[in-house]
């Protein structure tokens, strides 16, 4: 068989060939009284987790899957994995399946040969727990205080769920009649199966939230009111507002939309049909969205004016869906600033539109609305563009048009604050500090979109922030800064006392070294808080080449494209998601590999008695042996071992 440049790529060694530089060996490790610096056991963050805008400790459900982590007696490991991954995410069968995965792209694996497949195991513990039937674990103790959140978002839904943890009494304030927020308004259903969405919230409402539906605070229900009946508001408003075109033109002309409110409409049920000829604008995820569901909605040849797609949209009545049974394909274009390679909506979502059918078109820009006598638009004058210092700049002479009876802006995004101007920092966002409050309100807090808009994953970690917060404020006690690697972190201590290792009390008096004592855990560093592991700490010649486990992505080709709804991706098999966590280098954390024990060439790295072990504690130094040789940090492959000890 040849050797495969992958494989090649693969022999990187501590040390290249000809490397026979003089080493004062004898000076500093083969001495008779002390050893030149002693390994140390180091737990760091991996570049997947710091990638993570919710925090997830994804090494650590990764491990659980692949079963280096060993669940307590009595939990299946699947379960295990999912009270691992939901410490940060309440919502990871939905996750798993829309995250862009900012994770994937800070892997370490790109180094071998390709990231891990990290939310394609996320979804299978999601849709895991879903089909089994596992619940959150009852609320903390009641502590007395009572939150009020506006907005049933995922941001406003992962705030209730870290607040009950904690014990406080929450109620999320909606104008919906169901929660969801854009999971479920700003996402169409075969991207967020309505079965999941409903299954991972109804998690989070048995765990004793309260909820006032169709309210909308500022119109039935005043800040005055919430400020008087609660001890603290968070703010996950969201930004259902979307931006028009900074074109001629767009004002008050009737079928120019924005992306926002297409998609409110087509996910409330009330859009049946599109136009003949769509163009969106755009280039992010919600731009492919439009585009896709205009495709799948198609359109009728003679249609009323009551009905055409703006007057449903705008005017929040419902198309006749008998009247779809006749409908016809739309031609859909898409139009980026950036490159299509470069557009930031999802490589794989982007594929898929292509594959529909849709026009994408790259590296163009908007000039002008053209509006016909009967002031409809009726096409888009465009032009190519170039990129400089991320602003367009039109190339001259290079103006076209595209003809259209729709046009869909999706450039962004921004908040309501009619009856909440007072929020309303001057840019229809609200101004937080770097622990979520909102400047300048005490006991007003914010998460979310409403921050600035961003991914799904950002609003939930943002909320479990501010949950911590409003914790804080609660207790009366000053903000803490927040770490610099803010995400959630394994904790050895809970290990050690799930498996009955906790160390015991210290007991003052004189002592003299801890090397024999059960007061302290020895040889271990937790630097998680502050750093997250590169690749070049790491031994990758110990990672043999292995193809990641793809989900089968069901295509839908341009000719059937129209009234396909069904789900296009499917989920892996347990024996696949294992197979894929195994492919974790378990960057920063110990997983157990035993390079260190078997090279050792002085026997004094061991692996810890069975029955005191835990992850993170499968390994000792005796420094009585240790001659610092250095050989042990040269094999790890995780990077979970510093020469640190000793002179």
Known sequence: MSVSKENMDLTFRRFEDDDNGSYDW????????????????????????????????????LGIVRGMEKPPEGVEWQEYAFRRS???????????????????????????????GINSVEQFIGDTALANGYSFAAAAEDSGKKVAIIGGGPAGL?????????????????????LGGMMRYGIPGYRTPRDALDGEIKRILDMGVETRLNTRVGKDVSMDSLENDYDAIIWAL???????????????????????????????????????????????????DV??????????????????????????????????????????????????????????????????????????????????????A?????????????????????????????????????????????????RSFIEADANY?????????????????HLLTTAIGQASVAADSIDVYFQEQEQAKRPKVDVHHFDLMNKLSEAHLEPEAYTQGETRGTSSANFAVHNYEDRSAHEVIPSKALFLGHFPFTPRTIREDVPVSSDEVLGHFKERMKGLETEQAQHEADRCMSCGMCFECDN????????????????????????????????????????????????????
């Open 26 to 61: 004898d000076e500093y490790i083969f001495q008779a009284g002390w050893s030149h610096k002693c390994p140390t056991y180091v737990h760091r963050t991996p570049p997947c987790q710091g990638s993570c805008p919710s925090g997830q400790d994804i090494r650590g459900w």
């Open 86 to 116: 939901t410490d940060a995410n309440p919502f990871p069968s939905i996750m798993g399946r829309v995250c862009p995965a900012p994770c994937q792209d800070g892997c370490n694996r790109n180094q071998v040969e390709d990231f891990v």
């Open 158 to 178: 992962a705030a209730a769920y870290q607040l009950r943890r904690k014990g406080h009494a929450c109620t999320i304030f909606d104008d919906h009649d169901t």
């Open 378 to 426: 009726t096409a888009l004058k465009m032009c190519k563009c170039n990129m400089v210092n991320n602003r367009p700049e039109p190339i001259e002479g290079s103006e076209y048009t595209i003809e259209a009876d729709l046009i869909v802006s999706a450039i962004g995004q921004f908040g309501n604050f009619e009856g909440l101007e007072e929020l309303d920092n001057g």
């Open 437 to 453: 409050q909102v400047k300048g309100r005490k006991g007003h807090f914010v998460a979310g979109d409403i921050i600035r808009p």
């Open 596 to 647: 260190c024990v078997v090279y050792c060439p002085q026997d004094a790295v061991m692996r810890t008695p069975k029955k005191e072990s835990t992850t993170g504690r499968y390994v000792f130094t005796d420094y009585q042996r240790c001659i610092g040789c250095h050989i042990c940090a040269d094999v790890c492959p995780t990077g979970y071992i510093d020469m640190a000890m000793g002179e």
């Open 291 to 376: 585009a896709s569901v205009a495709r799948r909605l198609g359109h009728i040849t003679d249609i009323h004016e009551n009905d055409r797609p703006e007057n449903i949209i705008m005017g929040h009545t419902a198309h006749d869906v008998a009247s779809s049974a006749v409908r016809e394909g739309a031609t859909v274009t898409l139009t980026s600033l950036f490159p299509v390679e470069n557009m930031t909506a999802a490589e794989h979502e982007v594929n898929d539109a292509l594959n529909e059918g849709i026009d994408i078109q790259g590296s163009v820009m908007p000039l002008e609305v053209i509006v016909g006598d009967d002031g409809r």
């Open 238 to 288: 969201g930004c259902k507002s979307g931006r028009g075109l900074p074109v001629p033109n767009w004002e008050d002309t009737s079928n120019c939309i924005s992306g926002v409110a297409f998609l409110e409409a087509f996910n409330q049920g009330r859009l049946q049909l599109v136009s003949g000829k769509v163009i969106v604008i755009g280039g992010g995820d919600t731009s492919i």
